[in-house]
């Protein structure tokens, strides 16, 4: 496993910068206040079809930041990792892509 390239004694990391963790961070609050208003839906007894399009568009949600990060990775940590010579890196890569399907 490569050491980290910032301290050099963590194992793999990905240091974001303040302007990319604010964005991550406020579409997890999004999706978080989504998760909280299908719980009231529940609590509500709300009706069955308006509670699952609400959670289909938290999936979506999810989906869309999944596929944001991924694309972050692919163009920085993968990037940096085959430069180092670590080619395992896209078996990783290969594996991960498998789970998000």
């Not at 980290?4 to 974001?16: A, F, I, L, Q, V």
């Not at 949600?61 to 080619?87: A, M, P, Q």
């Amino acid at each position: 496993m490569i050491n980290c390239e910032h301290c050099g004694t963590c194992e793999k990391s990905t240091h974001r910068d303040n302007d990319e963790k604010k964005k991550l961070t406020k579409r997890l609050k999004i999706i978080e206040g989504q998760i909280r208003g299908v719980e009231n839906m529940i609590e509500e007894d709300k009706y069955c079809n308006d509670v699952l399009i609400q959670l289909l568009a938290i999936n979506k949600s999810i989906k869309s930041l999944s596929t944001e990060i991924l694309r972050n990775h692919l163009s920085t940590c993968v990037v940096r990792d085959i430069k180092n010579g670590d080619d395992d890196v896209i078996d990783e890569v290969m594996e991960l892509i498998g789970r998000l399907s």
